[in-house]
């Protein structure tokens, strides 16, 4: 399993780009990366998932650079219902995965 | 309405005592997982299982049990072999149809040691 390293925590004020940077070095050949949000006392929810390059939905946008060592989530101009946990995940995405919830980045959005 | 239903919401175990959480999911997934949160920490795999009537051993299973009896439930019950019990449990379900394998969450069931 590949293993991930992101910010243990970020501020950010409402309105700005946040962007949240997760390192997976080892990571294999079939595995993707994927994001996950989790409020507190909720479930994680999924965010977004890519493979390679940029990947860009209606809630974010996954920047993957060509050696796949690392992945940048970002969200445009977060808002105070952005504040939560944000988990990156690498694995293979075909058939079952083991995946490692790592202790995330806890995102702060300040007023 | 297709989700994953966890109840109860609250449970609260008496020492000695086991409890059952439930998990249903109207997903059609073929696979189902059971996690522990402890306060400010990541998720902890307890068990998962890819099909019915097989399930495996997760990182933290010792003083859990869990069946699969149908694809749509996955219960899982605390022993009184787990002594430290109190914590935030999340489901979660997947589908190996594609190239994506996300995982869909419940909404957690806590759990509190009288």
């Known amino acids: 399993l590949a293993k991930t390293t992101q910010p243990i925590s970020m501020d950010s004020y409402e309105g700005q780009e946040v962007n949240i940077t997760c390192s997976h070095n080892n990571i294999a050949t079939n595995d993707y990366i994927t994001w996950y949000q989790q409020f507190p006392s909720q479930g994680p929810r999924f965010i977004i998932q890519?493979?390679?390059t940029k990947v860009t939905n209606e809630v974010a946008s996954l920047f993957i650079p060509a050696d796949r060592k690392s992945s940048t989530l970002s969200l445009p101009r977060v808002s105070l219902s952005d504040t939560a946990v944000y988990y990156c995940?690498?694995?293979?995405?075909?058939?079952?995965?083991?995946?490692?919830f790592g202790t995330g980045t806890k995102l702060q959005v300040i007023p | 309405d297709g989700g994953i239903t966890q109840s109860p919401k609250y449970l609260f175990r008496k020492e000695g005592q086991n409890v059952t959480l439930s998990c249903e999911q109207n997903?059609?997934?073929?696979?189902m997982y059971w996690y522990r949160q402890d306060p400010g920490q990541g998720l902890r795999l307890i068990y998962y299982s890819q099909i019915v009537n097989d399930f495996q051993k997760g990182d933290i299973a010792e003083g859990y049990s869990v069946s699969r009896e149908k694809k749509e439930s996955f219960p899982l019950t605390v022993t009184s072999a787990q002594k430290n019990p109190t914590a935030f449990y999340l489901c979660?379900?997947?589908?190996?149809?594609?190239?994506?394998?996300?995982?869909?969450f419940g909404a957690g069931t806590r759990l509190s040691v009288l």
């Open positions: 979660a379900s997947s589908s190996f149809l594609g190239p994506q394998n996300i995982q869909y």
């Open positions: 890519g493979y390679k």
């Open positions: 997903l059609n997934h073929d696979a």
């Open positions: 995940l690498v694995g293979y995405s075909g058939g079952y995965q083991k995946v490692t």
